[in-house]
């Protein structure tokens, strides 16, 4: 693999496959759920992480009970932290997020939602990733959609899962 661009100096500690749990809800929702989640983030030397998410519901016993959200896409990096992410979801959902990248810290906010024509509403989104220590990173997700408010939708802590 070749080493990383200069670029992604404030995100080199994400590298790698992270798993965990988390828990969410959402006004629109029956209830609070748990669910598990894998995330992986990549590169090939350019200045821009590929990343993938998956998730799982789970039930009161911590089994797998179905897949739940999936996403992939495209943290582009540039001068001075700034971060222009690209995400598609498999449910219709395209968004670009904007933000920072601070040494173990990015936070990206919504710039533009683009759906596909029977795609569930979504209007805003705000995600946050923390590096805890190298291997811990933690997941916030806050989500305007379906009528509501931008509020929390989602939160994970997950552990480094690829032996780096």
């Avoid at 894998?38 to 009161?60: C, I, K």
């Avoid at 896409?73 to 990248?101: K, Y």
């Avoid at 029977?118 to 811990?136: H, S």
Wanted: charged share 20%; proline share 7%.
């Amino acid at each position: 693999m070749p080493a990383p661009h200069a670029l992604l100096a404030p995100v080199t500690g994400f590298l790698g496959t992270w798993v965990g749990r988390g828990c969410g809800g959402y006004p629109t929702l029956a209830e609070e759920f748990t669910y598990a989640q894998e995330v992986t983030f990549s590169h090939d030397g350019r200045p821009f992480l590929h990343y993938e998410a998956r998730a799982w519901l789970l039930d009161a016993d911590g089994t797998p009970l179905r897949p739940s959200a999936r996403e992939s896409g495209w943290w582009r990096l540039q001068p001075e932290g700034r971060v222009e992410a690209l995400i598609t979801q498999p449910t219709g959902i395209a968004e670009i997020s904007v933000g920072r990248a601070d040494e173990g810290t990015v936070d990206l906010t919504t710039h533009q939602v683009a759906l596909a024509p029977t795609a569930k509403e979504v209007n805003a989104t705000r995600r946050r990733y923390t590096l805890i220590d190298e291997d811990t990173l933690t997941f916030v997700h806050d989500l305007a959609a379906v009528g509501q408010p931008l509020q929390h939708h989602l939160s994970a802590q997950l552990r480094r899962g690829d032996g780096n």
